[in-house]
């Protein structure tokens, strides 16, 4: 049997088609059209009537594979954790790991919880009593960290017992402090979790960090000395860039680059 050709231009999307023609043959056929391609045919086949329906705009099935949509979802996003409310920010990281973000939570000593010290100590106190009787190495486990209480807090509301919930959870990072390579790295706040908008003034609340110390996180007066380390080279950094850039200004109101700068632009540049 001969066959006949047929010259598809490209249009830039996919088309599916499942049509009976004028000769009793069945021809099912998935043409993607992001390139140019010829498609041979059988001679029995009507090609008239295939440009006229086949390739007219289809549904395409709900089975086929659908492009992903571009997103900034592979970024890492580095949250710095000071001010911000515990559980607030738990639930924001929660959601936007379930959606495929990239988190890692730094200076999580610095978190907020309401309430004074002395009240949240005393929940703790009653949480820590909370074992299996018969075997305790088998859990509840009571992290001491900072970081630990971030990790867990967000786990409570992922389904980490999933697949789905334990491929979210492992896209979390946390520290306390700023270690490298985040310390380089642009930090962003989320506003709708910060302490000073969503606490009434005047009403009490408690660093994570103090809170860590006092039931046994050992590694609080280290975090200090690192973070004041970090602090004064980042100071240094700072004042050094801003220099940079002052004599730069300068240097770009001088007539002489004007006037280059003018005749540049003249070419597009």
């Known amino acids: 049997m001969s066959a006949q050709r047929l010259l598809v231009p490209s249009q830039g999307y996919t088309k599916v088609a499942e049509t009976r023609f004028d ?15 010829i498609v041979e045919f059988p001679s029995c086949v009507n090609l008239h009537y295939l440009i006229e329906t086949a390739l007219t705009p289809l549904v395409i099935p709900s089975h086929l594979p659908r492009a ?28 936007e790991l379930l959606k495929g973000q990239k988190i890692v939570c730094v200076r ?33 486990f009571h992290f001491r960290a900072p970081s630990a209480m971030l990790y867990r807090a967000v ?33 962003v706040v989320v506003p709708h979790a910060l302490t000073i908008f969503r606490l009434k003034p005047g009403r009490t609340y408690c660093r994570i960090g103090d809170l860590a110390t006092r039931v046994g996180w050992t590694h609080g007066a280290v975090v200090k000395r690192l973070e004041e380390k970090r602090a004064l080279k980042a100071s240094a950094y700072h004042k050094k ?23 540049l632009a003249q070419y597009g540049y």
Not at 158 to 184: H, I, N, Q, W
Not at 241 to 263: E, Y
Request: glycine share 6%; with cysteine; proline share 5%.
């Open 68 to 95: 992903r949509s571009k997103s900034n979802r592979k970024q890492v996003v580095v949250i710095d954790c000071k001010g911000h409310l515990l559980g607030r920010l738990a639930a924001t990281i929660a959601k």
């Open 155 to 187: 786990r409570g509301m992922v389904p980490y017992t999933t697949a789905r919930g334990a491929r979210a959870m492992s896209r979390l990072l946390c520290f306390e402090g700023c270690p490298a390579p985040y310390d380089k790295v642009k930090r």
């Open 23 to 37: 000769t009793p043959i069945r021809l099912d056929f998935h043409i993607r059209l992001d390139t140019r391609a």
């Open 108 to 140: 999580t000593e610095e978190l907020n919880m309401s309430g004074s010290l002395g009240r949240n100590h005393l929940l703790w106190e009653h949480y820590v009593n909370k074992r299996m009787n018969t075997n305790p190495n088998r859990g509840p």
């Open 241 to 263: 860039k801003v220099a940079a850039q002052g004599k730069i200004a300068k240097a770009l109101q001088d007539p002489k680059v004007v006037s280059i700068s003018q005749q």
